[in-house]
C-alpha cells in the first residue's frame, strides 16, 4: 500500500452519539472480526501525578473484504462524546472473543484509555484486551519465516515496520502534537486513521504468507498435510496425487476432508483448493467447503494470539519518592545536585585530550548494560566489564577512574556513592540495547564509521591482528582451541584474530549481517 496512490479511506469522525457516524460504528463492531487500534493524547510531562487524557480513539475495522474498500476507520472523539454511551459497546468489543484486536504496545494505551473513562464515572474501567494480537509479533513471525535464523530480533517503531511490510514508512510528526485542541486539523485526521489502518494492512501481510507458503497441517482422517513454501505448481500437483490416493465416498473421510478443504480455501489459497475439489468429484454438493473470517482468525488466535490484562499496580502513577533525612554535601555538593549531575552529561570526558586523555572513547558498562558493551564494541568503540559480575561500587568505580573510562550503569543507587568524581559515571535511560547505543553515540557525540563496524572482538573487547590470516594460518592458529566449519575453507575468505583472547573471525553471512544491522542502527546510509 503506497500511501501516495492508495485510495482514500473511509474515515468517519464520531463526536455525537445523534450522529450517522455512531451509528455506522455500532453496525460495524456487529459486522467485523478484526479491528485495529490505537489512542492518542496530549503530550505530558514525566512526572505527572496523573495518567493523561486520552483524546482520541482510533478503531479500524475490518467489514469482510481484502480491499481498502472493506475496511473503515472511526476516531472517536472522547472529549466531545458522552463516556457513559461508550463504555458498554467497547467494553464488550474488547473482551469479543469473536473479534481479533491489532495494537501496537497497546497496554499504554489501554491504561491510559481506563483511567479516562474512570474519571468520568464509567468505573470500572478497562481491564483486558482479548484475544489481542500485537502488531510486533505479526513483523517478527514474518521475519523469522522470511530469514530463518538471521531474523533480526531488535524491538522497531511501527513506522519502520510499516516500511519493511508495506514499503512506507509512517510520518511521525503529528505524534506529539497538542490532539486536547479542537477542531483537529486535517492532518491530524489522516495521521491518526493510517495509525490504526496500518494495523489492518499489516496483518494482510502476515495472512496472506502464512497462507500461500506455510499452509500447515491439513487433517484429512489419519492422514497429516504438511507443506512448505510450495509453489502453486508443486502444490496442485501434490494435492491432487494425495487425494486421489482416498476413497472418497467414506462418509466420515468426506466430512473431514471439506473441513480440511475450507481451511484451505479460507487461506486464501483458492488454486489450491480448487484442485482439491476438482480430484475428487464424488464429494456431494451438500458438503459446503466455506468458512467464515471468524473462523480463520481463530485459526491465528490459538497460535499466536495474546492478551492484555492490567494489574492493580498498573493503574496507578508512579509518584515521586519522599524526600528523607538530609543529607550532608559530598564534597561540597548537595545530594541532589550530586545525581543531576550525572544524569546529564556535561564538561569533558575523561578521555579528552584537554584532560590529559589519548582521544579514544571508552566506557565500563556494569552488569546492568552488559548488552551494551557488546553493541559499542560492534561499532568499534572500546567498552569493557567488570572484572567480576559481583564488584563491590567501589571497586567498579576504582576501574573506571584507574582505565580513564566513563561508567555507563542504570542503577540509579551508584550515582550516590561519595567516591564518585566528576564526568566519571552515566546513567543510560534508554531500555533497549539499540536505543542504548544510540543514547550514548548522541551523549558523548563519538564518531561512527562504516569502517569501524566490527573492528573489535565482541567477545572480549580486544582489537584484531593488523593483517588477516589466510586458510592455512587460521586452521593452524585454531587447532586445539576453535572448530571452523569445513564449508569455508573453499570460500577464499579472509580471517581476522583477536590479539587479546585470539578468538577467530570470517566475514560470512553472519558478518554482513551484522554489519548491515549497525549501518542501519546508526543511520550510516542516510
Known amino acids: 500500500m503506497d500511501p501516495q496512490n492508495h485510495k482514500p479511506l473511509k474515515v ?49 475495522c475490518q467489514l469482510g473484504g481484502d480491499s481498502e474498500e472493506d475496511s473503515a476507520v472511526f476516531l472517536l472523539d ?4 458522552p463516556l457513559s454511551s461508550l463504555w458498554e459497546p467497547l467494553r464488550e468489543m474488547l473482551v469479543s472473543p469473536d473479534i481479533l484486536k491489532l495494537g501496537f504496545r497497546f497496554k499504554q494505551d489501554l491504561i491510559y ?45 511501527l513506522s519502520t515496520i510499516c516500511g519493511e511490510v508495506l514499503g512506507f514508512s509512517l510520518s511521525k510528526e503529528l505524534q506529539c502534537s497538542d490532539w486536547s485542541c479542537r477542531p483537529l486539523t486535517e492532518e491530524q485526521i489522516t495521521y491518526a486513521a493510517m495509525d490504526a489502518h496500518c494495523l489492518l494492512e499489516i496483518f494482510k501481510v502476515f495472512r496472506n504468507f502464512w497462507s500461500i507458503h506455510f499452509v500447515e497441517f491439513l487433517i484429512v482422517g489419519d492422514l497429516v498435510l ?37 481451511i484451505v480455501q479460507a487461506a486464501s489459497c483458492s488454486d489450491v483448493a480448487q484442485v482439491i475439489l476438482s480430484a475428487c468429484g464424488t464429494i456431494q454438493k451438500s458438503c459446503r467447503v466455506t468458512l467464515p473470517m471468524e473462523e480463520f482468525l481463530l ?43 550525572f544524569d546529564e552529561w ?7 585530550p584537554s584532560v590529559g586523555g589519548d582521544g579514544h572513547p571508552k566506557f565500563l558498562c556494569d552488569v546492568m548494560v552488559e548488552g551494551l558493551a557488546k553493541h559499542l564494541r560492534c561499532v568499534g568503540i572500546d567498552a569493557a566489564i567488570p572484572y567480576s559480575k559481583k564488584t563491590e561500587p567501589r571497586k567498579l568505580i576504582e576501574q573506571a577512574q584507574k ?21 566519571q559515571i552515566y546513567r543510560v535511560k534508554s531500555l533497549l540495547k539499540n536505543e542504548q547505543l544510540l543514547e550514548v553515540i548522541e551523549t558523548f557525540q563519538l564518531k561512527i564509521s562504516e569502517d569501524q563496524l566490527m573492528s573489535r572482538c565482541t567477545k572480549c573487547n580486544g582489537r584484531f591482528i593488523q593483517k588477516p590470516l589466510t586458510t592455512e594460518e587460521a586452521i593452524e592458529a585454531a587447532k586445539g582451541f576453535q572448530r571452523i566449519p569445513n564449508c569455508l575453507f573453499d570460500k577464499n575468505l579472509e580471517f581476522w584474530q583477536c590479539m587479546d583472547c585470539h578468538q577467530l573471525y570470517w566475514e560470512g553471512t553472519q558478518y554482513h549481517n551484522a554489519v548491515q544491522k549497525f549501518i542501519d542502527v546508526c543511520k550510516l546510509s542516510d
Not at 580513564?404 to 568524581?421: E, F, I, P, S
Open 12 to 60: 468517519h469522525l464520531v463526536s455525537s452519539t445523534d450522529s450517522s457516524e455512531f451509528t455506522l460504528l455500532s453496525q460495524a463492531l456487529t459486522r467485523t472480526s478484526l479491528v485495529g487500534l490505537d489512542a492518542e493524547w496530549k503530550p505530558v510531562r514525566t512526572h505527572q501525578t496523573s495518567f493523561p487524557t486520552v483524546s482520541l480513539l482510533q478503531i479500524a
Open 78 to 81: 472522547l472529549f466531545s462524546l
Open 113 to 157: 484509555l481506563s483511567s479516562t473513562f474512570c474519571s468520568q464515572g464509567c468505573d470500572p474501567g478497562f481491564d483486558k484486551v482479548e484475544p489481542y494480537l500485537d502488531i510486533t509479533s505479526v513483523y517478527n513471525h514474518l521475519q523469522l519465516k522470511k530469514h530463518g535464523r538471521n531474523a533480526s530480533k531488535q524491538s522497531k517503531s
Open 226 to 262: 504438511k507443506t512448505t513454501e510450495l509453489s502453486h505448481n508443486n502444490a496442485n500437483l501434490g494435492l491432487k496425487e494425495l487425494f486421489q490416493k482416498h476413497d472418497m465416498s467414506d462418509k466420515v473421510l468426506r466430512t473431514q476432508f471439506c473441513a480440511a478443504s475450507a
Open 299 to 341: 485459526n491465528v488466535v490459538k497460535k499466536y494470539g495474546d492478551r492484555i490484562s492490567l494489574k492493580e499496580s498498573d493503574r496507578k502513577t508512579k509518584t515521586p519518592k519522599k524526600k528523607g533525612k538530609k543529607h550532608p554535601p559530598i564534597n561540597g555538593i548537595c545530594k541532589e545536585n550530586h545525581l543531576e549531575k
Open 346 to 352: 556535561q564538561g569533558s570526558s575523561p578521555w579528552d
Open 403 to 423: 582505565e580513564k573510562r566513563v561508567l555507563l550503569t542504570r542503577d540509579a543507587k551508584l550515582l550516590k556513592h561519595q567516591y564518585l568524581t566528576k564526568n
